[in-house]
């Protein structure tokens, strides 16, 4: 494959809700282009990126996809992305691999929640953006009502590059607003009244162009619109609007040539690595040094580990050592690959601002930095909605940890842990859908089918109150008998405290050593003078304390947030043993954290709620409901509006459903952990009642 010269690259995500017509449009490119001779069809379940099992069982994408193809003397790079908020974490990766964000608009149906989302996501990223009106061939659309409804949203930055010659079946052509031809009859909208507007959010971007504008009235030259046009883009004064019909195929090649005018190449706008703890700036230069990302992960049954790679700076070639950030001893590249939906074709040699793939390297993790330079890391979010697994076959233990650790690898928005409270493995994810998604997947490609609950929710104990007490252990069978006695005082600990000032407080005056448990926020103090307990039992009430910690007092969950001060104590030269003082540190810790106003602690998240603001009402009537705080809103643009709420996480159960049907499915949310907060009385004796820690020095 010939090298391709960093300005004649565009790469690009298509973007936006479900079933906007992304992946359709990429196989209509793809058949006009002359790339592939079929004639694809997400309904006929022969869509080039749509080729997994349970996306064509579903119709939908699930995973990002990469595709290439030439137009225009130009090679684009295409990455196909989910439209469903459950999986944005595949459209984020993808983002991240890009210049240029194509966010694709139901023309029917308008801007949708995950609209909103990735055209904010791409901002972020500080990607380049255009927006595609597609779905013009079909009925009921108000074309100038949509127009204004971006506009309202994202701002008048957002301008017509072509407007409609028709709509629905009358839908025949595009016409364009920069260079507006003689005849435009039949357009939705006077692509006159926009070329003034247009040019002037192009002219915007550069502040000597604007001069001469206003002062002289002069227009650039069409040379100079096209280098201001693409800077325009990347600045954000401007988000070129065009309109298409993927399935007719109207307006397709207009899109490409729209990309090909003002989509950012990636030598448009540099970027920032780290070396040496200082930043450097990162050029598009296949001479430069080497600095690549791994931005998605693909696990295939075929190929196996597919990491696939996007080239900031140099080159990669095939049998290459290279540095890995999280490798040691670097890698050793492997046949690089380009990647065509499901095929894979070998190359040699890759570039800056190329993206290939690279196959069976386990070093290898998405947002692993390649070269001698570090990339800030990609930020997902965090998975909130959780399911405790099992296998259905006993014995299958080993093979679902395997299988769901694969998933881990792929999908950044996935989770597995095994709760050490609880005993359970729990899966967790962005959604119930996110969730079953991944279910079917087990059974197609491991063979698996799994068994699911709602987990146990990861309460945890403290103490609110001080207190202060002894356990004498003793036991004596014949022979050596056991002895150990601890004196303890118990207080709480918040959170954010300076340990070293808390612990060199007055009241520890004659501390000899203290220890900080940063996992349980547990500190203790060794504060025992005279050699009433000898200094090597010591290490002993530490595995005491720790083994409460971990199996809890009141409930059987996880203690944390206090300090213990061992201040006095008494010992039998010989009777006293390890055993005897780990003992009597446990059940000391029992008896007085029993006695220092204890209470289960629960998780509490943050749900930012964006909904139109006819259903703000219903949102604070509902948090109210379910013992949520709202915490403010503010305006998110638009008629939207997004409620900052604070709710206990076993409050928040299902609550994507629940918005659903408040606002038509207009509604979305972002839910992250926040803090542990004592729960209310009642639930706290309902959780009491069904628990019971069970200790066998209970006397």
């Given at each position: 494959?010939?090298?391709?010269?960093?300005?004649?690259?565009?790469?690009?995500?298509?973007?936006g809700?479900?079933?906007?017509?992304k992946?359709?449009?990429?196989?209509?490119?793809?058949?006009?282009?002359?790339?592939?001779?079929?004639?694809?069809?997400?309904d006929?379940?022969t869509?080039?990126?749509?080729?997994?099992?349970?996306?064509?069982?579903?119709k939908?994408?699930?995973?990002?996809k990469?595709t290439?193809?030439?137009h225009?003397?130009?090679?684009?790079?295409?990455?196909?992305?989910?439209g469903?908020p459950?999986?944005?974490?595949?459209?984020i990766?993808?983002?991240?691999?890009?210049?240029?964000?194509?966010?694709?608009?139901?023309a029917?149906?308008?801007?949708?929640v995950?609209?909103?989302?990735?055209f904010?996501?791409?901002?972020?990223?500080?990607?380049?953006?255009?927006?595609v009106?597609?779905?013009?061939?079909?009925?009921?659309?108000?074309?100038?009502?949509?127009?204004?409804s971006?506009?309202e949203?994202?701002g008048n930055?957002?301008?017509l590059l072509?407007?409609?010659?028709?709509?629905?079946?009358?839908f025949?052509?595009v016409?364009?607003?920069l260079?507006?031809?003689?005849?435009?009859?039949?357009?939705?909208?006077?692509?006159?009244?926009?070329?003034?507007?247009?040019v002037?959010?192009?002219?915007?971007?550069?502040?000597?162009a604007?001069?001469v504008y206003?002062?002289?009235?002069?227009?650039p030259?069409?040379?100079?619109?096209?280098?201001l046009?693409?800077?325009?883009?990347?600045?954000?004064?401007l988000?070129p609007?065009?309109c298409?019909s993927?399935?007719t195929g109207?307006?397709?090649?207009?899109f490409?040539?729209?990309?090909?005018?003002?989509?950012?190449t990636p030598?448009?706008?540099?970027c920032?690595?780290i070396?040496?703890g200082?930043?450097?700036?990162?050029v598009a230069d296949?001479?430069?040094p080497?600095?690549?990302?791994?931005?998605?992960t693909r696990?295939d049954?075929?190929?196996?580990k597919?990491?696939?790679?996007?080239i900031?700076?140099?080159?990669?070639k095939k049998d290459?050592?290279?540095?890995?950030?999280?490798?040691?001893?670097?890698?050793?590249i492997?046949?690089?690959?380009?990647?065509q939906?499901?095929e894979t074709i070998?190359?040699d040699t890759a570039?800056?601002?190329?993206i290939?793939?690279?196959?069976?390297m386990e070093?290898?993790?998405?947002?692993?930095?390649?070269?001698?330079?570090?990339?800030p890391?990609i930020?997902?979010?965090k998975?909130?909605v959780?399911?405790?697994v099992?296998p259905?076959?006993?014995g299958?233990?080993t093979?679902?940890?395997?299988?769901?650790?694969?998933?881990?690898?792929?999908d950044?928005?996935?989770?597995?842990?095994?709760?050490?409270?609880?005993?359970?493995l729990v899966?967790t994810?962005?959604?119930?859908l996110?969730?079953?998604?991944?279910?079917?997947?087990?059974?197609?490609r491991?063979?698996?089918?799994v068994?699911t609950?709602?987990?146990k929710i990861?309460?945890?104990?403290?103490?609110?109150g001080?207190?202060?007490?002894?356990y004498?252990?003793?036991?004596?069978?014949g022979?050596?008998?056991q002895?150990g006695?601890?004196?303890?005082r118990?207080?709480?600990?918040?959170?954010g405290?300076n340990?070293?000032?808390?612990?060199?407080?007055a009241?520890?005056?004659?501390?000899?050593?203290f220890?900080?448990?940063?996992?349980?926020?547990?500190l203790?103090?060794?504060?025992v003078?005279?050699?009433?307990?000898?200094?090597?039992?010591?290490p002993?009430?530490e595995?005491?304390?720790?083994?409460?910690?971990t199996?809890?007092?009141?409930a059987g969950?996880?203690?944390q947030?206090?300090?213990?001060?061992?201040h006095?104590g008494k010992?039998h030269?010989v009777d006293s043993s390890e055993?005897a003082?780990?003992?009597?540190?446990?059940?000391a810790f029992?008896?007085?954290?029993?006695q220092?106003?204890?209470c289960l602690l629960?998780?509490?998240?943050?749900?930012?709620?964006?909904?139109?603001?006819?259903?703000?009402g219903?949102?604070?009537?509902?948090m109210?409901?379910?013992?949520?705080r709202?915490?403010?809103?503010?305006?998110?643009g638009?008629?939207?509006?997004t409620?900052h709420t604070?709710?206990?996480?076993?409050?928040a159960?299902?609550?994507s459903?629940?918005?659903?049907s408040m606002?038509g499915?207009q509604?979305?949310?972002q839910?992250?952990?926040?803090?542990?907060?004592?729960?209310?009385?009642?639930v706290?004796r309902?959780?009491m009642?069904k628990s019971?820690v069970v200790?066998?020095?209970?006397e």
């Amino acid at each position: 494959m010939a090298k391709v010269k960093v300005d004649d690259i565009r790469n690009l995500a298509l973007c936006g809700h479900g079933s906007v017509g992304k992946t359709t449009l990429i196989d209509k490119i793809l058949v006009s282009t002359g790339t592939v001779k079929a004639n694809p069809s997400v309904d006929d379940e022969t869509s080039i990126c749509d080729f997994d099992p349970e996306e064509k069982g579903h119709k939908y994408t699930i995973e990002a996809k990469a595709t290439y193809f030439g137009h225009g003397g130009k090679q684009f790079n295409v990455l196909d992305t989910p439209g469903y908020p459950d999986f944005i974490g595949q459209a984020i990766g993808a983002l991240n691999g890009v210049d240029t964000a194509v966010v694709v608009i139901n023309a029917q149906s308008g801007i949708e929640v995950n609209t909103r989302r990735v055209f904010d996501e791409a901002g972020k990223a500080g990607l380049g953006r255009m927006i595609v009106i597609n779905k013009m061939d079909a009925e009921n659309i108000d074309f100038s009502a949509l127009v204004d409804s971006i506009k309202e949203l994202w701002g008048n930055q957002c301008v017509l590059l072509n407007v409609p010659v028709g709509h629905g079946v009358d839908f025949k052509g595009v016409v364009s607003t920069l260079k507006v031809p003689e005849d435009t009859s039949g357009a939705l909208v006077d692509p006159a009244e926009v070329n003034g507007p247009l040019v002037e959010q192009i002219i915007e971007a550069d502040e000597d162009a604007m001069m001469v504008y206003l002062e002289e009235g002069q227009l650039p030259s069409d040379a100079e619109l096209s280098k201001l046009i693409v800077h325009a883009v990347a600045e954000g004064s401007l988000v070129p609007i065009v309109c298409t019909s993927a399935k007719t195929g109207i307006g397709v090649t207009e899109f490409l040539d729209a990309v090909v005018m003002c989509g950012l190449t990636p030598a448009t706008k540099s970027c920032t690595a780290i070396k040496d703890g200082e930043e450097v700036e990162i050029v598009a230069d296949s001479d430069g040094p080497l600095v690549a990302r791994i931005f998605k992960t693909r696990i295939d049954p075929f190929v196996q580990k597919l990491s696939f790679i996007r080239i900031l700076s140099g080159s990669l070639k095939k049998d290459q050592q290279i540095s890995a950030s999280n490798v040691r001893k670097g890698v050793k590249i492997s046949q690089l690959l380009k990647v065509q939906a499901s095929e894979t074709i070998p190359v040699d040699t890759a570039g800056a601002g190329e993206i290939v793939a690279v196959a069976k390297m386990e070093e290898l993790h998405t947002g692993t930095t390649l070269g001698e330079l570090d990339l800030p890391p990609i930020s997902f979010p965090k998975p909130m909605v959780g399911l405790a697994v099992t296998p259905k076959s006993r014995g299958d233990e080993t093979k679902l940890s395997g299988a769901l650790n694969k998933v881990v690898e792929e999908d950044p928005t996935f989770s597995l842990d095994r709760d050490a409270q609880t005993k359970e493995l729990v899966m967790t994810g962005m959604s119930e859908l996110h969730l079953m998604i991944i279910q079917e997947r087990l059974k197609r490609r491991d063979k698996l089918e799994v068994e699911t609950k709602e987990p146990k929710i990861p309460f945890r104990e403290t103490i609110q109150g001080s207190a202060e007490g002894s356990y004498r252990h003793k036991k004596q069978s014949g022979g050596r008998g056991q002895f150990g006695e601890v004196h303890i005082r118990m207080c709480p600990l918040p959170r954010g405290t300076n340990i070293e000032e808390f612990a060199t407080k007055a009241r520890f005056a004659s501390m000899k050593e203290f220890h900080y448990d940063e996992k349980h926020n547990f500190l203790w103090v060794d504060s025992v003078v005279g050699g009433v307990i000898p200094g090597n039992f010591m290490p002993a009430i530490e595995k005491g304390f720790k083994e409460r910690l971990t199996g809890g007092v009141i409930a059987g969950y996880m203690v944390q947030d206090l300090c213990i001060e061992v201040h006095f104590g008494k010992h039998h030269p010989v009777d006293s043993s390890e055993t005897a003082f780990k003992t009597a540190g446990r059940m000391a810790f029992k008896q007085v954290f029993e006695q220092s106003r204890p209470c289960l602690l629960e998780p509490v998240v943050t749900l930012d709620i964006t909904v139109p603001e006819e259903s703000v009402g219903d949102v604070y009537s509902d948090m109210s409901g379910r013992g949520g705080r709202v915490q403010g809103s503010d305006s998110a643009g638009g008629n939207l509006t997004t409620v900052h709420t604070e709710i206990a996480l076993r409050a928040a159960a299902n609550y994507s459903r629940s918005l659903s049907s408040m606002t038509g499915g207009q509604g979305s949310y972002q839910m992250e952990f926040s803090h542990y907060d004592a729960m209310p009385g009642d639930v706290q004796r309902d959780i009491m009642a069904k628990s019971k820690v069970v200790d066998e020095e209970d006397e």
